[in-house]
Structure formats: C-alpha cells, structure tokens
C-alpha cells in the first residue's frame, strides 16, 4: 500500500531556532513528487516545498529546506530561524498511483507552534 | 492569474437537506480534485476530474456524493441528504496536466457544517 507517515502529532520549537520534521512513505514507483504543505488557522492549504525523486540534489526554498533519502524513503523537512508565522499544521503528501491515476496521498499532519 | 477558488467558503446544512460545493480552478488548469478532511486529521482524496469526465471517484462515497466538472463553470461537488458525519473542510485542487510529476493547487476549502 502507498502511506505516508508523519510520526510526529506535536512538535514545539523557539522562535528563530531550528526545527525537523520527519516524514516517511511508502512506493514502488521511481519517479515522483514529494511535497509539504502549511496549513495555518485559516485553513488554506500552502505550498511550502516540493522534491523531485530523480533529483539528488535537496530542494531549497529560502528558510525551508529538505532531506531527501530516497533508498530510505524520507523526506524531513527543516525550518531555520523559525518564525511565529510559521506556526501551523505541516502536511507531507506524495503522488501515487493507485486505482489507475495519479493523486495525492497526505499524512496525519504535525502540529507545530513556534514559541515566542 | 487567480489561483483556485471555491465557494462558499463556509455552508451550514440541516440533516437531510442538500450541499452543493463549487471549485473553479486556476486558468490553464484542466484537471480538479477534491478532498475531504476531517478534523485533527489529514486531507483524503474523494474524486478526480477532467472536463466533462469524472476520471477516478474511488474515495468517494457509493452513495449521496457526486460530483461534476462540466465543459462550461465550475467543478461541483454535491452532497444530498446530509448527515452530521459529513462535517468536514472539502478541498479543492486544480493542475495543469495531470500524472506523476505534478504539482496540485489547493483552493481554500469549504467547511460544511451540518446541524
């Protein structure tokens, strides 16, 4: 089965510190997208970073950065200099291919507050 | 260029009656998605459109979910006969082509509560 696992419900962190947030799947396809997504209080779902699995290289977007383990199929997220904007919901998601088309499977989301 | 948008934002529903949620995707973009999320968890994807075709409904409901994406106007996803369980943020997304490699486009949800 294709999953997505987000083992973290919870997680805290200080303003302008350094957090991880760790992301598991599960495929058997080669090529494909990974994703994290922010969901704030507003409920809008934000593209925050996306990962190209036939890329080595990890997927930068300026304080948001990932590392991206393929042979172990993780794909962690970390925020530098953590904002109090950047408190939210964190979704992983990937594309897979099941029942005959391509659609995203989530995982249960880590909640993260930044503390003042 | 407007990104995904949906409408109504919030929709409150007594038992029994019907929801009727709208998507329009952004421009340039052929292909919509809904997703259903529950509370405290993550989104779970219902059905997949193209324009005047419903190409994967497998997360669907069997029965009182439909949805359709006709070649003029929005995507629309319609529940009948509502239920409290049905109490949910519905998002929508939309991408350029769909396949392995791309990127969706959420609008910002609709939160259907049912009374």
């Known amino acids: 089965a294709q999953t997505v696992t987000q083992s973290q419900p919870e997680m805290s962190v200080q303003e302008a510190e350094t957090v991880t947030l760790s992301c598991t799947y599960d495929?058997?396809?080669?090529?494909?997208?990974l994703f994290w997504y922010k969901q704030p209080p507003s409920r809008q779902m934000i593209l925050v970073i996306r990962?190209?699995?036939?890329?080595?290289q990890n997927a930068t977007e300026n304080r948001f950065s990932v590392n991206f383990q393929k042979a172990a199929k993780s794909f962690s997220l970390k925020i530098s200099d953590s904002q109090l904007g950047d408190t939210a919901m964190y979704f992983c998601a990937f594309i897979s291919f099941t029942s005959g088309t391509y659609k995203y499977i989530f995982g249960t989301g880590t909640r993260l507050k930044v503390l003042a | 260029n407007a990104g995904v948008m949906q409408n109504p934002r919030h929709l409150v529903r007594r038992r029994g009656q019907e929801a009727r949620l709208r998507c329009s995707p952004m421009?340039?973009?052929?292909?919509v998605y809904w997703y259903r999320q529950l509370p405290e968890e993550g989104l779970k994807f219902m059905v997949y459109l193209q324009k005047e075709n419903i190409i994967d409904e497998s997360g669907m409901p069997k029965e009182r979910f439909s949805a359709e994406f006709p070649k003029e106007g929005p995507s629309i996803l319609r529940i009948q006969q509502v239920v409290r369980g049905d109490s949910a943020a519905y998002f929508c997304?939309?991408?350029?082509?769909?396949?392995?490699?791309?990127?969706?486009?959420f609008g910002p949800g609709t939160r259907l509560t049912v009374l």
């Open positions: 495929t058997s396809e080669n090529n494909y997208y």
């Open positions: 421009k340039g973009h052929s292909h």
């Open positions: 990962q190209e699995a036939y890329k080595q």
């Open positions: 997304a939309s991408s350029p082509v769909g396949g392995s490699t791309d990127t969706q486009y």
